[in-house]
Nanobody
């Protein structure tokens, strides 16, 4: 099975930046890293989990919801089988536990968390005002 490990969370002030990493492993000869879509989701206390960035690792296509477009950048490093989330101009409302998730990619993005098969343990991001 695919394993995902997030890192890079922490406490920052509003307006600052943070980069999260999602180290992925457990790929097989049948399904390699570049056949997956990796997404970052976040969940704040009392709120539903929401997707904030998506990437298809094979072709590098990305998708961002309006809430983070222009501030967050998702990227992938095939050699390291790692996906990054660069978060700029952070706001207090970005405070949440951030999770990376993976699923096989068949040409279209899936935006709902229940469509992802593999999950990391999460990393806390706290943005103070």
């Amino acid at each position: 099975d695919v394993q995902l490990v997030e890192s890079g969370g922490g406490l920052v002030q509003a307006g600052e930046s943070l980069r999260l990493s999602c180290a992925a492993s457990g790929f097989t000869s049948r399904f390699s890293f570049d056949e997956y879509a990796i997404a970052w989701f976040r969940q704040a206390p009392g709120k539903e989990r929401e997707g904030v960035s998506y990437i298809s690792t094979g072709d590098g296509n990305t998708y961002y919801p309006d809430s983070v477009k222009g501030r967050f950048i998702i990227s992938s490093d095939d050699a390291k089988t790692t996906v990054y989330l660069q978060m700029n101009s952070l706001k207090p409302e970005d405070t949440a536990v951030y999770y990376c998730a993976a699923r096989l990619f068949f040409g279209v993005f899936h935006y709902s968390d229940d469509e992802y098969d593999y999950w990391g343990q999460g990393t806390q991001v706290t943005v103070s005002s």
